[in-house]
């Protein structure tokens, strides 16, 4: 298992550096800039030039990249301009919260997509299977900032039994569980509706294939129970497709992060990035890439270790 971190990690620096020069130059081409940013309407020219001098924004963007690179592989994410703090203190601080939206939407996701996708799988072709295909199909089809709009309205406006965003009440200094529970619903429960739609089809998928392999009908003939049949034997086969998701779906899921947070107001990283996006804060948004960079690499390791789990048959030599 270690050399196989060890090779992943190899095979993965190439990668993340060629992100980290992409995302780089793809940054700081963008027409405005920091200084532009927080001047606003009383940006002239020489105090633009003044600012850029100062942040060094004014050196050929190789050497800015370079001098950036050398301090992150110290550890050293840079100052956010506008926020007049260190880049890592911020991400510190924001980043707990994406983890707990993201982990506690991967957790329901998967439970219901599988629960969804074995009844479907072993009911197939029932006018049950067909109503839920079409559940799940219109929840798939759905824009996340329009779905999050919606649960917003029901819920929050027109029923009153979730607060409409935030983590906290505004005048609760020192808020408890319950109230960080509740707070902890809808952005949850939008990324849910959005994901368990597509992992619920492949679950559906894969079960139906292995349903039909010579394996199922020999456990049949054995006497095998219908429930261990499905769990131990069909399930953990048809398993593999939902791992490679696992591991997959983390870019997809803190990119909708960034939607989802900025409809809800919820402060984690993707709220922090839109809002250093439209500041051209750019030690802010790097930062940022290199974190999603860093867990998406994690989560793909973590896709290896779990199909050794499943598959017996896969060795890492």
């Excluded at 090779?7 to 993965?12: H, V």
């Excluded at 050293?76 to 510190?92: C, M, N, Q, S």
């Excluded at 006497?223 to 399930?235: E, K, T």
Aim: charged letters at 10%; hydrophobic letters at 50%.
């Amino acid at each position: 298992m270690t050399r196989l971190i060890l090779r992943r990690a190899a095979e993965a620096t190439p990668t993340l550096l060629l992100l980290t020069f992409l995302s780089f130059v793809l940054i700081h081409i963008v027409p405005g800039g920091p200084a532009t940013a927080m001047l606003g309407d009383q940006a002239t020219p020489e105090l633009v030039a003044q600012i850029n001098h100062a942040l060094g924004l004014d050196r050929p963007l190789g050497v800015q990249y370079l001098i950036w690179l050398g301090h992150l592989l110290r550890g050293d994410f840079g100052y956010a301009y506008t926020y007049h703090e260190t880049v890592l203190r911020l991400i510190t601080t924001n980043l707990p919260h994406t983890l707990m939206l993201v982990v506690t939407a991967i957790a329901i996701s998967h439970l219901i997509a599988i629960a969804v996708g074995i009844y479907q799988a072993t009911h197939r072709n029932s006018w049950v299977d067909h109503v839920l295909t079409g559940v799940v199909y219109f929840l798939y089809s759905m824009p996340s900032f329009w779905l999050g709009i919606i649960l917003v309205s029901i819920f929050a406006y027109k029923m009153g039994w979730l607060p409409a965003g935030g983590i906290t009440n505004p005048t609760d200094a020192h808020p408890g569980l319950e109230t960080l529970a509740v707070h902890l619903v809808l952005p949850p429960a939008t990324l849910v509706l959005l994901t368990v739609a597509g992992w619920s089809r492949y679950v559906r998928s894969s079960m139906i294939e292995a349903l039909v392999q010579d394996y199922i009908r020999t456990a049949e003939a054995k006497g095998v129970s219908r429930g261990r049949l499905l769990v131990r034997h069909a399930f953990k086969n048809a398993l593999l497709p939902l791992i490679t998701l696992v591991g997959l779906s983390l870019p997809f899921l803190f990119s909708g992060a960034v939607i989802i947070e900025t409809v809800f107001n919820y402060p984690g990283m993707g709220l922090l990035f839109w809002d250093a996006a439209g500041s051209r804060d750019y030690p802010v948004l790097l930062g940022i890439v290199v974190i999603v960079g860093v867990l998406t690499v994690l989560g793909n390791l973590l896709a290896d270790v779990l199909y050794g789990w499943a598959d017996p048959r896969i060795k890492y030599d």
